[in-house]
């Protein structure tokens, strides 16, 4: 979209700081993309050989899904104030869902990755099928502790895109990237998390984050309230 023909958006302070975190937070959701795209094992005592095997990387892969998770909410504000022009209401919805969302799935995988490593780390106990099941226990039950986060995520990310194309801030398709993702989220149930679908949610969330960067960082010395009107 043309900087000169797009939209006012809201006086938003600190724009080039909260463009940062929106770069930032995009970027952090490509690491975890490829970090998803990994082959990992299906079975309990594969999943302990692996990360008995790879400690390191899960450790790395750790420390970027804390930091996405933290830096990912200062860009979720930043948006909800670019788009709550036209409905303040709908905007601290997708706002609220969207930040806890993220919260609640960050702490979820976070919890399934430190569950496995503390197996590893205690050694196991004396009957080497008892830390497997223990690793059962946590890998299906990290399916429950994520879904949560990824529903809600998915309806904040929906409001979203709906309100990016009602706003006309952000480009059409940027909005589109957004419907996307938040209709891959909500589905989250209905098919049983298919791994497809959260790579589709990080990939939109990715776009939203350069997009929402490159647009704080160009037109934050520009940035005004809309005229006053009836809203639309």
């Known amino acids: 979209m043309d900087d000169k023909h797009a939209p006012p958006i809201p006086e938003l302070d600190r724009a080039s700081a909260l463009g940062r975190f929106s770069l930032l937070s995009g970027a952090t959701s490509v690491l975890m993309l490829i970090a998803t795209l ?88 004396p009957n080497a099928a008892d830390a497997i099941y223990q690793a059962a226990i946590w890998g299906n039950l990290g399916f429950y502790l994520t879904d949560p986060g990824l529903m809600a995520w998915g309806l904040g990310q929906l409001l979203f895109g709906w309100l990016a194309w009602r706003s006309q801030v952000l480009p059409n398709w940027v909005s589109v990237a ?39 960082l160009r037109r934050r010395g520009g940035m005004r309230c809309p005229p006053s009107g009836d809203g639309t």
């Open 38 to 125: 990994r082959p990992a094992p299906q079975s309990a005592a594969g999943q302990l050989a692996y990360f008995a095997s790879h400690q390191g990387v899960i450790a790395m892969e750790a420390v970027i899904l804390l930091v996405w998770a933290v830096f990912s909410i200062p860009f979720v504000v930043a948006l909800g104030h670019i788009l709550r022009p036209k409905s303040p209401a709908f905007a601290l919805a997708a706002t609220l869902l969207s930040a806890a969302g993220i919260l609640l799935l960050g702490f979820a995988v976070f919890a399934h990755m430190g569950a496995l490593l503390s197996i590893v780390a205690a050694g196991g106990p």
């Open 178 to 216: 957004g419907t996307i993702g938040g209709v891959a989220g909500l589905l989250t149930l209905a098919v049983y998390q298919t791994p497809m679908l959260a790579l589709v949610q990080l990939a939109s969330f990715a776009v939203w984050g350069f997009a929402t960067g490159i647009l704080l």
